[in-house]
């Protein structure tokens, strides 16, 4: 897939270089069906060599007209690629608030410069630009486009948790309590979220899944294969009249940390219905 995406992208920029067209709506739109077609490809191969299986509710929501921001729980690795996989499938054009690490990867170099998407460099000293570039890419959703963050900033684990709750201390004591009662993902790192929502109305989505760790050697994902649980995704959308205004930050920021409290409460039980003790 990796070789097949790579060709194709440079059938695209035969097309569409000439002309300087790669940056026109018909280029991106072409680019995302390569995304789109990349993405489920690597995620229907993964069925056959690790027995990667999903069932998602609330697809429904996404096939209302209008863009969307998307805010997806980061539990895994591969929560990008599969977020794009199952997200695609009902048209929509993804654009992604990644880490640049990926750009490792020659698909996602080539075409993620092609498709707005923004690469953030979580090493940079210079946080008001990076905040600069998350608006700037939400500013001009269209009708059939999602923006896709993953708020966390990171995977979860225990010890980033305990991280997290304890910078909190120290950088808004005011979340502290709501943070102290996460069990399974990690608080908010508002700043890259509040971006998104300041420059654009789009509605909200929330995306949450459970059903594959994270993985971090190649032993271990040998261990697991195959994989025991299917992933079980669910998807809520909140219409953006529901949900405080940027002038009402605080109640905003309050508002975000409880509906993860939630998504929080629904991993936990979720998690705790697959584990081998359930029989599941």
């Known amino acids: 897939m990796e070789f097949l995406g790579v060709v194709l992208a440079f059938v ?52 209302r007209d209008g863009p969307v921001i998307v805010l ?41 410069h092609r498709i707005p998407n923004y690469f953030v460099n979580r ?24 923006l896709v963050i993953f708020p966390e900033g990171t995977r979860f684990s225990l010890g980033k948790l305990a991280r997290a709750v304890s910078a909190l201390t120290e950088t808004a004591p005011q979340r502290v309590n709501a943070a102290q009662e996460l069990r399974s993902v990690l608080p908010i790192r508002t700043a890259g979220t509040l971006a998104a929502l300041s420059t654009s109305h789009a509605d909200l989505v929330f995306c949450n899944h459970v059903g594959v760790a994270d993985i971090s050697s190649m032993q271990q994902l040998r261990n697991e294969v195959p994989l025991r649980n299917p992933l079980t995704f669910k998807i809520e959308r909140i219409s953006r009249t529901t949900v405080p205004t940027l002038l009402e930050e605080e109640n905003l920021i309050q508002w975000l940390d409880g509906q993860w409290t939630e998504i929080d409460r629904w991993v936990t039980q979720h998690q705790a219905d697959k584990s081998p003790q359930s029989g599941n």
Do not use: M, Y
């Not at 996989?85 to 993620?112: E, N």
């Open 123 to 146: 090493d940079s000293l210079d946080n008001k630009s990076e905040l600069a570039n998350i608006s700037r890419l939400s500013s001009d959703l269209e009708s059939d486009e999602a």
């Open 12 to 63: 695209l920029w035969v097309r569409f270089a000439p002309g300087h067209r790669l940056t026109l709506i018909a280029s991106r739109r072409a680019h995302s069906r390569l995304q789109r077609f990349w993405a489920r490809g690597l995620a229907t191969g993964a069925k056959f060599t690790i027995g990667l299986r999903w069932s998602i509710t609330g697809t429904d929501q996404l096939r």
């Open 72 to 112: 997806a729980r980061h539990g895994s690795q591969g929560d990008a690629l599969l977020t794009a996989a199952l997200l695609a499938g009902d048209g929509r054009r993804l654009r992604f608030v990644l880490k640049k690490q990926l750009l490792l990867d020659p698909c996602l170099d080539i075409v993620g």
